[in-house]
């Protein structure tokens, strides 16, 4: 959250696991908790001040077809899409919009036996790649629960991780 701002004067828009939330409200934040193996993907564009923040939980929807089609935000490969859709459709645009990537920690003895936070990072890294998008801020991998936010009037992104935050 910007230092400028205090959070009780912004609406708090609250993105669950599996969810997905935008807003053009510049007197809102978006703010995700939790994250462990699971993304915090946002993305901000400053000259519409549009922002969005999707926390999706596993790389690949493919052998999850029904739970997929229920919850595509569940997912990076269905979720990432249409996360991406939902910000041009409020007029954000790619070649201005900055990313932020969060959270693919290695939770308890996921890192020996399904490496999910590894396998989730390279998801998304690899969808935005095939759409041309790089990402600005990164903080990823490790062992430590993420909490990530957004302020739409600033594009500021508040990243709370070991008991501390960071403002970036």
Request: proline fraction near 2%; charged fraction near 25%; charge should be positive.
């Amino acid at each position: 959250m910007s230092i400028h701002r205090a959070m009780a004067e912004l609406k708090r828009i609250t993105v669950t696991i599996s969810d997905m939330k935008a807003s053009a409200d510049r007197n809102s934040y978006l703010i995700t908790h939790s994250l462990g193996s699971c993304i915090g993907l946002v993305a901000y564009d400053p000259k519409v001040m549009v922002g969005a923040l999707l926390h999706f939980q596993l790389p690949d929807s493919g052998n999850h077809g029904r739970r997929a089609q229920e919850n595509p935000f569940m997912f990076a490969d269905t979720g990432i899409p249409l996360f991406l859709r939902k910000l041009y459709s409020l007029g954000a645009h790619k070649d201005r919009m900055v990313f932020g990537m969060f959270g693919g920690a290695n939770m308890l003895d996921d890192e020996e036996l399904f490496k999910i936070g590894i396998k989730n990072t390279r998801a998304t890294k690899k969808i935005l790649w095939q759409q041309s998008i790089s990402v600005r801020h990164e903080d990823v991998g490790g062992h430590a629960s993420r909490t990530v936010s957004l302020e739409i009037g600033t594009g500021g992104v508040g990243l709370r991780k070991d008991g501390k935050l960071y403002t970036i």
